[in-house]
């Protein structure tokens, strides 16, 4: 492992430590790395003899780091907090593979190779000094140690990647663009045809990610997209923005900003991320279908159908005989859990949509959580959940056997994957959103890429009349992770 390499790590530290502001902010940063630690779990670093890299900083830019590939070290990083007045300050953190956060010699935070490797802490501190200590390892896959640290309302630090929305679209967008759409020319041929991206995962939280929605307006230069769709998990309540109202502020107008590049009918599907699912968020139902619903209504001559507060809709896309159905997976809070429900009274309503739909509309159905075994990553649902789950694909294998289903699209895994099933296609996108192999099930797969130089994005293409449909992956993995099936 270089020396540089681990300052992109230690950039996430230096981010929460090192504030614009000089009521918080004291250096120096001092930092020691070992390299080729061989352990699975947080080191006694007493034991580890010399480091291999030490050295001290006072300023460090995240975005200056580029993206690296490094296995097996461990860090140590020391620095102070000067506190103004006493109250209480939150400590988020998030670490692959594990990290221990300690303020004045004691432990508040501890991350040891965590199935879920995210924690949020309050500490109450009182005006003056304290010594903040950051020991953190890793051993394969992602490099990741990120902090924020805030008291009510505020920010110690706001990352700089999440200052502004994009104001020009990289090289490489188009680029990748123009070779997906090659291959979409020529399986499309002269047939008609609906087609449309699917964004999903953005997890725009404490990275420029939200840009990529942009980026994949700027796409429908090529290909003249019937309407675009945002799966969820934008990233509302979680990393920063669960410490700073502003913050989270900031994202959701950012991301508004991306979408209004386009001027048609852009739908949205709520994610887990993005209400209020017990992490400090406080989203709405009725919030995130005005927020990134409702605008579209612009664009659909009367062909969008919103569900008074609620956030699950329907879309019929004109002279294609298609109809969209967007569900929220989310719950709606009408039953527990908080997420990963799709509620009776959506289920009633979805059910009664289905019978009045004209026998010869074929029918897409898109949610953020997928509902089939293949999505459900490491976790096992609550008893309430799989009865849900399977109320939906009972519905959707029943209508599909009298009439016509595309399938069920959905993101939330960050993985690759279709399965068919009761004569229903699921088909789960990856997005922009990571994954930690040991969370993938069999049968998925997923591609390591880097968001800061190259993007990810699946563009769906329907042939009715055929009854085909074939997926064009923009970017990441590129034409090996195109897909084709039948409905």
């Known amino acids: 492992m270089k020396k540089s390499c681990f300052f992109a790590v230690l950039g996430w530290i230096l981010a929460a430590f090192c504030s614009c502001s000089d009521k918080y902010g004291e250096g120096p940063v001092n930092f020691s790395v070992w390299y080729d630690y061989d352990g699975d779990r947080l080191p006694d670093f007493d034991t580890l003899g010399q480091p291999d890299a030490t ?54 935070c501890e991350i040891n190779a965590a199935v879920w490797p995210r924690e949020l802490v309050t500490v109450r501190l009182t005006a003056g000094r304290h010594s903040i200590r950051v020991e953190h390892f890793d051993r394969s896959g992602k490099e990741r140690l990120r902090m924020s640290i805030g008291r009510t309302g505020e920010l110690v630090h706001t990352y700089g990647s999440n200052d502004a929305p994009a104001k ?84 959701i107008a950012f991301t508004r900003a991306e979408m209004d590049r386009y001027k048609g009918v852009f739908l949205y599907a709520a994610g887990n991320h993005d209400w209020d699912d017990g992490q400090g968020g406080v989203h709405t139902d009725q919030f995130l279908s005005d927020t990134f619903q409702k605008p579209a209504l612009e664009y659909a001559d009367g062909n969008l159908h919103l569900v008074p507060g609620k956030v699950y809709c329907y879309y019929d896309v004109p002279q294609k005989n298609v109809r969209v159905v967007l569900l929220n997976s989310e719950g709606s809070r009408t039953q527990a859990p908080a997420y990963y429900l799709f509620d009776d009274e959506q289920m009633e309503w979805f059910k009664d949509l289905l019978d009045n739909t004209s026998p010869d509309t074929a029918v897409i159905v898109m949610s953020h959580y997928m509902p089939h075994p293949i999505g459900r990553w ?37 993985v690759n994957t279709i399965v068919t099933e009761g004569g229903i296609n699921y088909y789960i996108t990856q997005g922009l959103g990571g994954v930690a192999v040991r969370d993938m099930m069999d049968g998925t797969t997923h591609e390591f890429f880097d968001y800061r130089g190259q993007t990810c994005c699946d563009v769906i293409a329907v042939k009715p009349a055929l009854r085909q449909v074939r997926s064009f992956r923009i970017g990441a993995g590129g034409a090996a992770y195109d897909c084709d099936f039948v409905y």
């Open 168 to 251: 020009d679209i990289p090289d490489y967008v188009m680029d990748e663009a123009a070779v997906s759409y090659e291959r979409f020319e020529a399986w499309k041929g002269d047939d008609e045809v609906v087609v449309f991206p699917i964004l999903t995962d953005i997890h725009s939280h404490e990275r420029y990610s939200y840009q990529h929605i942009g980026y994949a307006v700027k796409t429908d230069e090529l290909f003249h997209y019937d309407f675009m769709v945002c799966l969820g998990d934008i990233g509302l309540n979680v990393g920063p923005s669960n410490v700073s109202r502003q913050y989270v502020e900031d994202v």
């Open 378 to 414: 490491h976790n096992t649902p609550e008893a309430v959940t799989l009865a849900s789950n399977e109320r939906l694909m009972s519905v959707l294998s029943d209508y599909g056997t009298r009439r016509s289903i595309v399938g069920l699209f959905c993101g939330d895994s960050h």
């Open 55 to 108: 050295g001290a900083m006072l300023e460090f830019d995240i975005e200056s780091v580029p993206e690296f590939a490094t296995d097996r070290y461990a860090a140590l990083v020391t620095s102070e907090l000067t506190v103004d007045k006493e109250g209480e300050f939150r400590f988020y953190m998030y670490a692959d593979d594990g990290a221990r956060l300690c303020v004045d010699g004691e432990c508040v």
